[in-house]
């Protein structure tokens, strides 16, 4: 029998269910950084609003020492979404293929069913492991 090989153009199984699945990752990323850089904005701008209500004038320490805080949370901010999508994405592609791959498997597996057919099988870590022993059944029926 021939080996397979893989190629990086072929990195996804099934590319329609795959990236869709990671775009709703995605906007769930988009969602979860947009409040939480919503609530991080409001607290400076209220801290600066309280400022301005016990006579700060403008121009004091104060508001130079608030926006080189927010200057700064704004750059880890930036950096800890980076890595946030990053392992979503991760994360994704992983779940992706671990469902896509035993599917896959089965739709073919089912199209060249015959009683000559090996017993059905997929990686130990992939979801849906309790279709193996159906999928066997099914097999050894036709039989």
């Not at 004091?60 to 880890?76: C, M």
């Not at 979503?88 to 469902?99: D, T």
């Not at 279709?131 to 066997?136: A, S």
Request: glycine content about 6%; hydrophobic content about 45%.
């Amino acid at each position: 029998m021939a080996e397979k090989t893989r190629h990086l153009k072929n990195i996804f199984i099934n590319p329609g269910f795959q990236l869709r699945l990671m775009s709703y990752f995605v906007v769930l990323f988009l969602l979860t950084t947009t409040c939480l850089y919503s609530t991080t904005f409001l607290f400076f701008w209220n801290m600066k609003k309280k400022g301005q209500e016990v006579g700060i004038p403008d121009g004091h320490v104060f508001y130079q020492f608030l926006q080189n805080q927010k200057s700064d949370l704004d750059l880890l901010f930036i950096g800890l979404a980076g890595l946030n999508l990053v392992l979503l994405l991760g994360v994704g592609f992983i779940l992706s293929h671990r469902i896509a791959g035993p599917l896959y498997k089965l739709r073919h597996h089912l199209q060249n069913l015959r009683n000559t057919s090996p017993d059905y099988k997929t990686r130990e870590k992939d979801f849906f492991q309790d279709m193996i022993p159906v999928v066997n059944d099914l097999r050894d029926k036709l039989k």
